[in-house]
């Protein structure tokens, strides 16, 4: 079964958690986008829900295929959130943020009673860290950041090699209007001490480490569907 087939499975598991009436937050991302697809199709057939899109991209695809959204300030409390991830350890921590839109992705989870993280089988890591961690960082005072960064890595024991995102010959600006770091930290044995040093720089507006937030994660290999439930709730 190809990737793409994978991502589909696992959209498709996730759709049987929706039920009529729900408020919804839709991630991000080419697994989110397969969920997407597969939502509209109930929504034409008669289920009743409506979506916060954790992005631009999302909310357009929303739009085009008569997925009804609504904004946060509106529903403020939602139901049920399901994204996809760059990375998932056995306490289903996560690496987030590969496709630019992790601050708006962590705040939809957080306002969820519930996450659902959907992905194939290549996303689940014994150790975040081999994907690069993405940051989220204000324009201003940009160096100084960097710098914090590599510090607070330093002090975890933690190597810090990084490169500003880009999009061609321009920095990659996020829906928010910031920039994004990539770093690559290597094994994160410690991701809430990260996490944590990384929430202290003035600079930084949010990390992709998202922590105590997922409550179960569907994944999808050649053998079929595998769902994994935070042990923490």
């Known amino acids: 079964m ?4 994978l991502k589909i499975e696992a959209a498709r598991a996730a759709l049987s958690h929706v039920e009529d009436g729900m408020k919804l937050g839709i991630g991000t991302g080419s697994t989110a986008e397969e969920f997407v697809r597969l939502l509209a199709a109930r929504v034409g057939e008669g289920l009743s829900v409506i979506g916060v899109p954790t992005s631009e991209r999302t909310a ?4 085009e295929l008569g997925v009804p959204l609504t904004t946060l300030d509106e529903e403020p409390a939602l139901d049920l959130v399901v994204d996809g991830a760059d990375e998932i350890d056995p306490d289903l921590s996560l690496i987030k943020g590969g496709g630019g839109a992790l601050l708006r992705e962590k705040i939809v989870a957080a306002t969820s009673k519930r996450m659902i993280v959907i992905a194939d089988k290549s996303k689940l890591v014994p150790v975040l860290g081999a994907f690069p961690l ?3 960082v204000n324009k201003f005072g940009l160096k100084a950041t960097e710098l914090a960064i590599r510090a607070a890595g330093s002090a975890l024991g933690l190597n810090c090699d990084f490169r500003l995102r880009m999009t061609g010959n ?11 770091i990539d770093a690559s930290f290597g094994r994160i044995r410690d991701a809430r001490a990260l996490s944590e040093a990384l929430h202290a720089i003035p600079g930084v507006v949010e990390h ?17 569907i595998e769902t994994i439930t935070a042990t923490r709730h």
Do not use: R
């Open 2 to 5: 190809d990737p793409k087939a």
């Open 60 to 63: 357009a695809l929303c739009n």
């Open 134 to 136: 993405p940051i989220e």
């Open 170 to 180: 321009e920095p990659f600006v996020t829906d928010g209007g910031h920039l994004i």
């Open 208 to 224: 992709g480490l998202f922590l105590g937030l997922a409550d179960v994660a569907i994944i999808a290999a050649e053998g079929g």
